[in-house]
């Protein structure tokens, strides 16, 4: 099922681009081998030579607003190569689309692609994901398309993303808490960990915290286990003391 919705997707979006599309990325839990159809979205970047006009954006949101989360949720950020060749942190980007932003593209459908020169802090994480694991789904290789994006940028990124789950656990308990643990993981060792991955070394590495932890992965593989919120709380303050000891 997720190589049809995926090859339909890549088929759609070169229907849409045209002559003006590079490539289309895979990055994310499915391209480290750990996407769950109960828990994970299909991540994607497509890149241009050129921005596409606010036509072609309404033909693929359109696409997106039918299919996205029929089955799987999509995520996609749409960049043209001129904003990749001049890296710039935050990136711009010319599109975007996930379920968080269903919403804006239902209620204000007038123009689809990025008129106000938003930035989004989060493509520096999703890049150095797709250039260390990611997979190309058509076109031009990762290495011709994307630059090295820098340390910094990775940090500045996965950190902001690590305080609102230290602060907002309570909205997705589950991801927060993987994703705390692999900020901890790249800042102690440098790897860069899906959720799961994570959560694996988790265990290994904060042995007390098993049993919450076993829980927690077990979610995210689509168990309906109950979680206890103290019992996360408490495993939460353990990841931030270690990762507040090395900032």
């Not at 029929?70 to 001049?86: A, C, G, T, W, Y």
């Not at 991955?197 to 915290?209: F, N």
Request: charged residues 25%; contains cysteine.
């Amino acid at each position: 099922m997720v190589k049809e919705v995926l090859e339909h997707l890549v088929g759609k979006i070169k229907d849409i681009a045209g002559d003006r599309l590079v490539g289309v990325y895979l990055h994310g839990s499915l391209a480290m081998s750990s996407f769950f159809p109960e828990s994970s979205d299909i991540d994607v970047i497509a890149v241009t030579d050129q921005a596409l006009e606010n036509e072609q954006y309404r033909l693929l949101t359109e696409y997106l607003l039918a299919r996205s989360d029929h089955p799987f949720p999509i995520e996609i950020s749409v960049l043209n190569k001129e904003q990749l060749q001049h890296w710039k942190h935050p990136c711009l980007f010319d599109y975007h689309f996930s379920e968080d932003w269903r919403e804006h593209f239902e209620m204000k459908p007038a123009v689809y692609f990025n008129k106000g020169g938003m930035r989004d802090a989060d493509l520096a994480a999703h890049l150095t994901i797709l250039n260390k694991r990611g997979q190309v789904l058509y076109g031009s290789p990762i290495k011709e398309v994307f630059p090295a994006i820098p340390v910094e940028d990775y940090k500045h990124a996965i950190l902001a993303d690590y305080q609102d789950c230290l602060e907002d656990m309570d909205d997705d308990p589950v991801y927060s808490i993987l994703n705390m643990l692999r900020v901890y993981r790249y800042l102690l060792d440098g790897m860069i960990n899906s959720k799961l991955e994570a959560g694996e070394w988790g265990l290994l590495q904060l042995p007390e915290y098993q049993s919450v932890l076993r829980k927690v992965i077990a979610v995210q593989k689509g168990d309906s286990k109950l979680l206890d919120m103290q019992e996360l709380d408490s495993l939460r303050e353990a990841i931030h003391k270690q990762v507040k000891g090395m900032l």
